[in-house]
């Protein structure tokens, strides 16, 4: 089955600095690649996400790459506020029938103003 | 218009004894999606509900079923329960069609305690 494995753990970044998550996945069939932010008290929220036909999306300060080749993909905030500050989890699956997400272990950002 | 709705928010319930959460979908939405979140194991896959069948599982045991009305709402069941049955129990519920057939919207979830 596909396995995600996302880095950093923890991000510690000033207000206004950028900050960047990687993923890495196993399974190469896998083409639909979320991320979402969890705020605390809350279930996870869709805050972009791309399909393995693109290799960049950008939805304002956020955006996401995604290499095939390498089986990975990033997660870019720019800007950062302290808003951001939140738990950011990657997921991946195979864009078919079945639903079922296999999510990273997630990152823990804190964005220090 | 709404989203998903995830009763009880929080419950404690003690070994051995069963458990039952409910889930209502956005309006629209047929498919319905359970994970479970905990600190240790991130958030896994239960299982997924489309038009009353299930359709997707994932590795958890025998103990924890569910089902989908005719309503998609949805209810899982966790049997003779364990402490590491402790998580916060996440519902997703997707259209399943069109252009948004991908994208899971979650509930707060219900966060059960085992004592």
């Known amino acids: 089955g596909e396995n995600v494995e996302q880095h950093p753990s923890t991000l510690s970044v000033q207000e206004g600095d950028s900050a960047v998550i990687k993923c890495t996945y196993s399974d190469s069939a896998s083409n639909y690649f979320p991320w979402y932010k969890q705020e605390l008290g809350k279930g996870p929220q869709l805050i972009i996400d791309?399909?393995?036909?693109?290799g960049e999306k950008k939805d304002q300060r956020i955006a996401v790459t995604l290499n095939k080749t390498a089986k990975h993909f990033s997660l870019h905030i720019t800007e950062t506020q302290p808003e951001d500050s939140a738990v950011y989890f990657c997921a991946a699956r195979l864009d078919t029938g079945r639903r079922a997400l296999t999510f990273g272990s997630g990152t823990r950002l804190q964005v220090q103003p | 218009k709404a989203g998903v709705t995830q009763t009880p928010r929080y419950l404690i319930k003690t070994r051995g004894q069963q458990v039952t959460l409910s889930c209502s979908p956005i309006s629209g939405h047929r498919s319905v999606s359970w994970y479970q979140q905990t600190p240790g194991q991130g958030l896994q896959f239960l299982f997924e509900y489309f038009s009353e069948t299930q359709r997707n599982k994932g590795n958890f045991p025998g103990r924890f079923s569910g089902r989908q009305f005719s309503n998609s709402r949805s209810e899982m069941n966790v049997s003779t329960l364990e402490l590491g049955d402790s998580a916060l129990y996440l519902c997703?519920?997707?259209?399943?069609?069109?252009?948004?057939?991908?994208?899971?919207?979650f509930g707060a979830g219900s966060r059960l305690t085992v004592l």
């Open positions: 791309i399909r393995s036909n693109v």
């Open positions: 997703a519920s997707s259209s399943a069609q069109g252009a948004w057939a991908n994208v899971l919207t």
